[in-house]
Nanobody, 121 residues
């Protein structure tokens, strides 16, 4: 079955860095777009970033642009989210999901269980 597993979250101080991983099993990531979402405590889930298959075009939430970088390694069946200069408002549970393309209308085919990120002094 299609399965995604996030990892790499943790507790960091403001200004620190984390690298999140989204690993796929049961299917090949080559033809899927992967989106990252996050949900802060008491708030709705928000979209953070996305990377397409094929041309591997990338997109970012304005508030993370310049600080976060999404990338993919199809040989490892994994998508990464490098997060630098972290701020307290980046705190939340981060999820990855697989879709046919970024900004499409179709529902996501698979979701991970989430990895928590806490940015605090």
């Amino acid at each position: 079955q299609l399965r995604l597993v996030e990892s790499g979250g943790g507790l960091v101080q403001p200004g620190g860095s984390l690298r999140l991983s989204c690993a796929a099993s049961g299917f090949t990531l080559d033809y899927y777009a992967i989106g990252w979402f996050r949900q802060a405590p008491g708030k709705e889930r928000e979209w953070v970033s996305c990377i397409n298959s094929g041309d591997e075009s990338t997109f970012y939430l304005v508030s993370v642009k310049g600080r976060f970088t999404i990338s993919r390694d199809n040989a490892k069946n994994t998508v990464y989210l490098q997060m630098n200069s972290l701020k307290p408002e980046d705190t939340g549970v981060y999820y990855c999901g697989a879709n046919s393309k970024c900004f499409g209308v179709a529902a996501y085919d698979a979701w991970g269980q989430g990895t928590p990120v806490t940015v605090s002094s």
